[in-house]
C-alpha cells in the first residue's frame, strides 16, 4: 500500500501510534506535534519521555520558528501531523511539511486515519497521493473506518518494521488479531 518497503499491523490505531510515538523518539529528541493530533500521537509522545514542541494548529510559521529555535544538533528531530485532522477536516499542507522537516533535518510521521481508503490513489491516502511514501519516516493507516475493519498498520522502512517488533510494547504485549480479520482487511483494501 502506498509504495512502502514494508508494514506492521497493530491491532488498533490507538496502539499502532502509541507503540510508534513511544519508541522511537528517546528522551533528548524533540518532537514538534499539531496541536489538533489525536489523543493516541499525544500518549505515544508522553510515553517515550521526548521532549516536545505543541504548535498551533497547520501554523507553519510557527513550526518552523521553533524548528530552527530548538536546534541544538545533538537531538532527532520528529514532526507529527495528521493528513486529514479527525476534528475539523482539514488537510495537512503535506508538501510544505516535507520540505521543513527535509531543510532542518526533521523525520516526518503522518497519521492517515482519515484519509484511509477515501482519498489519494486508490484511497492509498494523501501521502500516495503525494508520491511521498520514501520521503516520511512512517505513515499510519487505520482499518477501522472506511475500511470497516479493525486494527491499524504502519507502513515504514523494513528496518524501522524489525525496530517496531522489537521495542513497541503495543505491539508485543498485546493479543494479536484473529485470521480473519486479515482476510476481511486484505478483501477491504482491494
Known sequence: LAGAEAALYFNSGYAANTGL???????????????ANHASIIDG????????????????????????RT????????????????????????????????????????????????????GRGLIAEAGAMRRVLAVVHTCGKALASVGAFVLCSNVLKQYLINHARPFIFSTALPPYVAAQTSAAVR
Open 45 to 68: 509522545i508522553r510515553l517515550s519521555g521526548a521532549r516536545k514542541v505543541i504548535f498551533p494548529h497547520l501554523d507553519l510559521n510557527f513550526l518552523e520558528d521553533e524548528l530552527r
Open 71 to 122: 536546534a541544538s544538533g545533538r537531538e532527532q528531530k520528529f514532526i507529527a501531523v495528521e493528513s486529514v485532522f479527525s476534528m475539523d477536516g482539514d488537510r495537512a499542507p503535506l508538501s510544505a511539511l516535507l520540505e521543513l522537516a527535509e531543510r532542518h533535518g526533521a523525520e516526518l510521521i503522518v497519521d492517515e486515519a482519515h484519509a484511509t481508503g477515501v482519498m489519494g490513489p486508490q
Open 21 to 35: 510515538f513511544s519508541c522511537i523518539p528517546k528522551p533528548d529528541d524533540l518532537v514538534f506535534s499539531d496541536s
